[in-house]
């Protein structure tokens, strides 16, 4: 797909299509890499008000470039206040202040559950993957979960190798029957639709198609059988504002972290 | 009472084989120097401790220094994978390393039980994780008030925790500003803790009162070595050096490129070097 100045790319669609679901008054809890991205469009556009919180206690950020790390100065900088590692979870997210937590997957299975631990078994794995960091707390006592993630057969597949985090189980009410009482994942943005948990059984159906793509490309991408909701709708495209919001945003970013190689003025 | 020591000695005063270690920074502060001084030093049998273990655990893993490791997040940030960290696991080169794995949150409240004096952490988390299955030290206790089932961790104690912070004074009373981390926890909850500063000024009679302070009397031995959490950064001093850690990534990747590069910039070098590691990312007065 062209990323001339009418048309957009897959990936800047899905930052954008995943920033649009933030609102103005959202505490959001923000993974890095893609949810990051979406995040920041967001405040930079139609919720500049949003409460940006990372993981390294940065409370009410507003970085100007996109953090390399959860723990950038950038971060600190600009936000409201920084609390230790220990607050961070113990009194903002356990304690409940958080209405979206922003996840990105390295494994996602077809309830919202991802595996970024290990591909392969536990002990001896074929691939260790970093592993959790903050989100199995961040997918359990977050209000709700967005998931965003490029779609792949990789990656989206019909089991998944570990839990990291928990997202609907094995579908229905299985986070009640845990004990868990905070909704889960409701959404999850990739780059060629907008997906929605069904209501009773939980597994994730398409609610939207982005702009060109066919019902076609979004299983040829997907390792489940992918269901679609009647009423299908077509995600609308970018518009110029969104579009020049992350493009500037990542030439911001791709200078500012180019700037600090070895003998060049920082 | 704290005594000022150039590192070499403050490390191999504090620092035992066979030791439970943290070298703490969560993305800041990350005390480097210390952990090159420990791997010239060239200590065995470490049980590693740290919430985000990057470039220094990848560096002293490759270097076969560690039995095994405690961690939450096992990736170079922003960037990816630890190679070496992964090679020891999935291979078991240079050796096979025993791994327990917890989440950020189990591994804060583990910190905070340390520093609290407590046998154990409670708090409401791992449920539906994968992790509780796989790690014996990950538990459930029931609060005897609501009944509510919670997750508990065993609390970390440290034999010797370092970490990097931006100034001490005279006296040795240390200031951590900034992402603070798990600094003070990490601190706390140890046997023995060394620090290493970027200076050392007169007093902090100046400061705001309720800043992050830690007493001289909680730490064991402070270090002046400018640069000492190079490619991390010291908030107010010098900014992250992102370039290196996108530059790891590929010198990690290779077992005899990780050797040259160690040998190179690590074995052949001393904590002076590091003042000169980031003259070109200080931030401008």
Same mark, same amino acid.
């Given at each position: ?9 897959? $990936?800047?669609?899905? @930052? =954008? ?14 993974? &890095?890499? %893609? ?14 008000? =949003? ?29 409201? @206040? ?22 990105? %997957? ?31 707390? &961040? ?5 709700? &979960? ?6 792949? /057969? ?113 | 009472?704290? /005594? ?30 210390? %952990? ?39 990736? $170079? ?10 090679? %020891?696991?999935? $291979? ?44 014996? $030290?990950? /538990? ?43 600094? /003070? ?101």
């Amino acid at each position: 797909m062209s990323d001339s100045e009418s048309g957009f790319t897959p $990936n800047e669609m899905m @930052t =954008i299509a995943a920033s649009r679901a933030l609102k103005n008054d959202d505490v959001c809890f923000v993974g &890095i890499g %893609a949810p990051s991205a979406a995040c920041n469009v967001a405040r930079l556009t139609h919720a500049p008000d =949003i409460t940006l919180i990372y993981e390294s206690g940065t409370i009410g950020t507003a970085p100007q470039v996109l953090p390399l790390s959860i723990g950038d100065g950038e971060l600190c900088d600009t936000a409201v @206040t920084t609390v230790s590692v220990p607050e961070m979870f113990r009194y903002w997210l356990q304690g409940g202040r958080i209405s979206i937590g922003f996840l990105g %997957a390295a494994q996602l299975d077809k309830f919202g559950n991802i595996n970024t631990t290990v591909i392969g078994g536990y002990p001896h794995p074929k691939t260790r993957l970093p592993g959790g960091g903050g989100a199995p707390e &961040i997918a359990t006592s977050s209000k709700e &979960i967005y998931i965003t993630m490029a779609q792949s /057969k990789r990656g989206m597949v019909e089991t998944i190798d570990f839990f990291t985090s928990f997202g609907h189980g094995e579908g229905g009410d299985h986070r009640k029957r845990l004990g868990i009482e905070t909704a889960g994942p409701t959404l999850l943005i990739t780059d060629l639709a907008i997906w929605k948990p069904d209501p009773v059984t939980k597994e994730f159906t398409v609610v939207s198609l982005h702009p060109g793509v066919s019902r076609a490309e979004v299983q040829a991408t997907c390792g489940w059988t992918v269901k679609f909701t009647d009423a299908l709708e077509e995600t609308p495209a970018p518009t110029a504002l969104e579009l020049k919001t992350l493009r500037d945003l990542q030439a911001r970013t791709k200078a500012a972290h180019a700037g600090t190689g070895k003998g060049k003025a920082a | 009472m704290v /005594k000022f020591l150039p590192l070499s000695e403050a490390v191999a005063g504090n620092l035992n084989d066979g030791d439970t270690v943290a070298f703490e920074g969560f993305t800041h502060l990350i005390p480097t120097a210390a %952990a090159h001084e420990a791997i010239r030093q060239g200590f065995e049998e470490l049980t590693l401790i740290r919430m985000t273990p990057d470039l220094v655990y990848d560096q002293m893993i490759g270097m076969g220094m560690a039995r095994k490791i405690v961690f939450s997040y096992l990736g $170079n940030p922003g960037v990816g994978l630890l190679r070496r960290a992964r090679d %020891a696991i999935e $291979n078991g080169f240079p050796r096979p390393i025993e791994v327990e794995e917890h989440s950020h949150a189990g591994m804060a409240n583990a910190y905070e039980a340390g520093a609290a004096g407590l046998p154990c952490a409670v708090f409401r988390g791992y449920r539906g994780a994968g992790l509780a299955a796989v790690n014996p $030290n990950i /538990k459930t206790v029931t609060c005897p008030f609501t009944g509510e089932v919670l997750a508990a961790v065993p609390a970390i104690r440290p034999d010797v925790t370092f970490i990097h912070a931006q100034k001490a004074d005279r006296k040795g009373n240390v200031l951590v500003e900034g992402i603070i981390g798990i600094q /003070k926890e990490a601190v706390l909850a140890a046997k023995r803790a060394v620090v290493t500063v970027e200076e050392v000024v007169d007093s902090f009679d100046e400061l705001h009162p309720n800043l992050t302070v830690l007493p001289s009397w909680t730490i064991s031995a402070i270090s002046v070595v400018p640069g000492g959490s190079h490619p991390s950064y010291t908030h107010g001093y010098y900014i992250r050096d992102n370039a290196a850690y996108l530059e790891w990534d590929e010198i990690a990747a290779d077992r005899e490129k990780f050797q040259g590069w160690m040998q190179a910039n690590v074995i052949e070098r001393t904590a002076a070097d590091f003042a000169g590691r980031v003259e070109h990312l200080r931030i401008a007065a």
